[in-house]
């Protein structure tokens, strides 16, 4: 579905990542994981076209849908279901195109729109949006009311609905538990698990991942490595991995300090010396 082919990213003159080649599929749920300002958002930045790679290709099968959640939250009147439901594009145009088509009076364009709506279940997105709200804390009768009534921790849980509500074939979610309640996280935790996108999870919370992710994406210097499983799973192969790459270190510098004895005692003996 979506390609990563030899890609080099820099920022500035840092080097985030170089040589990353790896393929994301519909459906999985992947972790990205690694230091602070290893370049994650960055990543997603790239994803999401507001980066150019330095070197290589990123290859899309078709027209993807991109779903991210908002870092600010604008302080309207707007209800807080009807801000939730801005986050499907679809939706949205196709009720502006329905309102154009009945002010022009044009049957025809009226008769299509509403069977596109039916196709995408836009006469029940009210209904799906309002348990959606619900999942992450939001009471019936806060559901109508304006945006700017809320704090700011509540205003993030309705752009993460915004982004969830979208019908996304690519859904980048960096931190999306720092806002809520463990309601909230273990009700987020099952609506990913049946969310028909690739997803990609940053995040530092480590119950989260296991929950939630089969596949981690770890930053490791200016590597990408790729790894199957939970978190848990990747921290015991990424150990086993370190270990061996320490053993093998020992065995090489054995193997040097073996030689450079051997050439140091006999590269002056005239017998010794061309084998030294």
Same mark, same amino acid.
């Given at each position: 579905?979506?390609?990563?082919?030899?890609?080099?990213?820099?920022?500035?003159?840092?080097?985030?990542? $170089?040589?990353?080649?790896? &393929?994301?599929?519909?459906? $999985?749920?992947?972790?990205?994981?690694?230091?602070?300002? %290893?370049?994650? &958002?960055?990543?997603?930045?790239?994803?999401?076209?507001?980066?150019? +790679?330095?070197?290589?290709?990123?290859?899309?099968?078709?027209?993807?849908?991109?779903?991210?959640?908002?870092?600010?939250?604008?302080?309207?009147?707007?209800?807080?279901?009807?801000?939730?439901?801005?986050?499907?594009?679809?939706?949205?145009?196709?009720?502006?195109?329905?309102?154009? *088509?009945?002010? %022009?009076?044009? *049957?025809?364009?009226? +008769?299509?729109?509403?069977?596109?709506?039916?196709?995408?279940?836009?006469?029940?997105?009210?209904?799906? %949006?309002?348990?959606?709200? +619900?999942?992450?804390?939001?009471?019936?009768?806060?559901? /109508?009311?304006?945006?700017?009534?809320?704090?700011?921790?509540?205003?993030?849980?309705? /752009?993460?609905?915004?982004?969830?509500?979208?019908?996304?074939?690519?859904?980048?979610?960096?931190?999306? &538990?720092?806002?809520?309640?463990?309601? *909230?996280?273990?009700?987020?935790?099952?609506?990913?698990?049946?969310?028909?996108?690739?997803?990609?999870?940053?995040?530092?919370?480590?119950?989260?991942?296991?929950?939630?992710?089969?596949?981690?994406?770890?930053?490791?210097?200016?590597?990408? /490595?790729?790894? +199957?499983?939970?978190?848990?799973?990747?921290?015991?192969?990424?150990?086993?991995?370190?270990?061996? *790459?320490?053993?093998?270190?020992?065995?090489?510098?054995?193997?040097?300090?073996?030689?450079?004895?051997?050439? &140091?005692?006999?590269? %002056?003996?005239?017998?010794?010396?061309?084998?030294?």
């Amino acid at each position: 579905m979506l390609s990563l082919n030899d890609l080099t990213l820099r920022i500035g003159s840092k080097l985030l990542f $170089e040589h990353a080649s790896f &393929t994301l599929y519909r459906g $999985e749920k992947i972790g990205i994981v690694g230091p602070n300002g %290893a370049g994650k &958002t960055s990543l997603f930045r790239l994803l999401l076209g507001e980066l150019e +790679a330095d070197q290589g290709s990123l290859e899309v099968a078709g027209a993807l849908r991109y779903a991210t959640v908002k870092q600010e939250t604008p302080g309207v009147d707007m209800s807080a279901i009807d801000y939730v439901l801005d986050g499907d594009p679809v939706l949205r145009q196709l009720q502006a195109d329905e309102l154009k *088509a009945i002010d %022009a009076g044009d *049957a025809d364009a009226i +008769a299509k729109i509403h069977e596109e709506l039916a196709h995408i279940d836009g006469y029940t997105a009210s209904a799906r %949006a309002a348990p959606l709200m +619900a999942g992450l804390g939001f009471a019936s009768d806060e559901l /109508n009311r304006p945006v700017k009534s809320f704090s700011g921790g509540w205003r993030m849980r309705l /752009n993460l609905a915004q982004a969830l509500i979208c019908r996304a074939d690519v859904l980048l979610l960096d931190e999306p &538990t720092n806002h809520l309640d463990l309601d *909230a996280i273990l009700w987020l935790e099952k609506f990913l698990k049946d969310f028909d996108a690739c997803v990609l999870i940053i995040s530092h919370d480590r119950d989260f991942l296991d929950a939630t992710i089969r596949r981690v994406i770890h930053f490791d210097g200016v590597e990408l /490595n790729c790894y +199957a499983g939970d978190f848990s799973q990747f921290e015991r192969m990424r150990s086993e991995r370190m270990s061996q *790459a320490q053993s093998a270190f020992v065995r090489q510098e054995r193997t040097r300090a073996h030689l450079e004895s051997f050439i &140091t005692r006999f590269k %002056a003996k005239a017998s010794k010396a061309k084998q030294a």
